[in-house]
């Protein structure tokens, strides 16, 4: 009896110390935290074959602009720069002008929203914006240039994944995505650019990821890497959003009616409402929505159905106009139903509360 007990101590023991090498081996082999890197959960699909007597043909030429000389340019500015002797020698003008990386670029802030102000059309920024996703690692799934809208597909973030196989166990794979939204800016000639991060599964999302996908867009216009640093820095900040339940569900916003309507527009995005159409003249985002509230009064309502054998469809998102209008004091926001009505119910206070979040 007493070597079976000994017998069953060794072996906890040996367990133990097995578990603890593990520990200790998983510790010392730990990597440096690598820097954002993206993989596409996109279908890889196989090359065109030409046969070696014909010419490989070009499948997208629509931005294509011929190179003078090859060069190994890795932000836009440079290339650009790179491209003025060739094409004053041709007689012809640079796609974009050479400027300062200062003045062709700067970022604004209002509450926790960033975006970025370009002294480029938006039609020449679209092209530029589309490379530098492909770059990142991310396919485009949306393109809608009329609306200005462009959304990646879903992608991996490998720079959370471990490089060695008994970290992998124990890691968590990430999905990200993101909306770009360019709008004409206030000055002639100039775009805004707003990113807004999506998250796969229950993982918010992270404004802070958003702020870098800024700051590498920067770099890519030309922008100095530390001079990126110190203006995301400096950049302050200040409440600028109001909830009024007084006079109703209000939202206001210490802004005038264009950069409330942008930012209200940049806040639907990272919220997830599904906007279905927009009108400026008026101010209205259509957009759909699902209550939580009403999926859990569902969720209980459905063990019953179940048994009585009623159906069990998912939950269907209701209809919603956001209005932006501009007062004296700035801009408000209310929510109507799909009738043009005020909406009276819970939702329109939850929903406002969710604009706050991201306006205030």
Request: hydrophobic residues 35%; glycine residues 6%.
């Amino acid at each position: 009896m007493i070597q079976e007990i000994l017998l069953i101590k060794i072996r906890w023991w040996k367990i133990a110390l097995l578990c603890m090498t593990l520990v200790v081996l998983s510790c010392s082999l730990e990597p440096q935290k690598k820097e954002m890197e993206y993989e596409s959960v996109s279908e890889k699909t196989l090359p065109l074959e030409v046969p070696p007597d014909l010419t490989e043909p070009v499948t997208e030429n629509r931005y294509i602009v011929p190179d003078i000389k090859p060069t190994e340019s890795k932000t836009y500015s440079a290339y650009s720069k790179e491209r003025t002797i060739g094409d004053k020698a041709e007689g012809s003008t640079p796609l974009l002008p050479v400027t300062s990386d200062d003045s062709m670029v700067r970022i604004e802030r209002s509450g926790t929203q960033r975006w970025l102000v370009v002294k480029i059309e938006p039609e020449t920024v679209w092209p530029i914006v589309k490379d530098f996703w492909k770059e990142m690692g991310f396919s485009i799934k949306i393109e809608v240039p009329e609306a200005g809208v462009m959304e990646t597909g879903w992608a991996e973030n490998r720079a959370g994944i471990p490089e060695y196989e008994i970290l992998r166990l124990f890691s968590a794979i990430e999905f990200d995505k993101f909306r770009t939204r360019l709008e004409r800016g206030e000055d002639a000639g100039t775009t805004e650019i707003y990113i807004s991060h999506r998250a796969m599964e229950d993982r918010p999302s992270d404004p802070d990821l958003e702020v870098e996908i800024l700051a590498r867009l920067m770099i890519y216009f030309g922008v100095d890497r530390e001079r990126t640093k110190s203006v995301l820095a400096s950049s302050s900040t200040k409440e600028r959003a109001h909830l009024n339940r007084k006079n109703g569900n209000v939202l206001t916003v210490d802004e005038a009616f264009d950069r409330s309507w942008r930012r209200v527009g940049l806040a639907l995005d990272r919220i997830g409402f599904t906007v279905e159409d927009r009108d400026r003249s008026k101010g209205i985002y259509f957009v759909r929505y699902v209550d939580p509230d009403s999926i859990l009064e569902e969720d209980e309502d459905s063990f019953w159905a179940f048994w009585r054998g009623g159906d069990n469809d998912e939950k269907k998102p209701d209809k919603y106009r956001i209005q932006v209008s501009g007062v004296e004091t700035g801009s408000e926001v209310t929510v109507f139903n799909q009738n043009g009505e005020p909406e009276k119910s819970d939702v329109a206070g939850r929903i406002l509360n969710l604009l706050y979040e991201q306006l205030k």
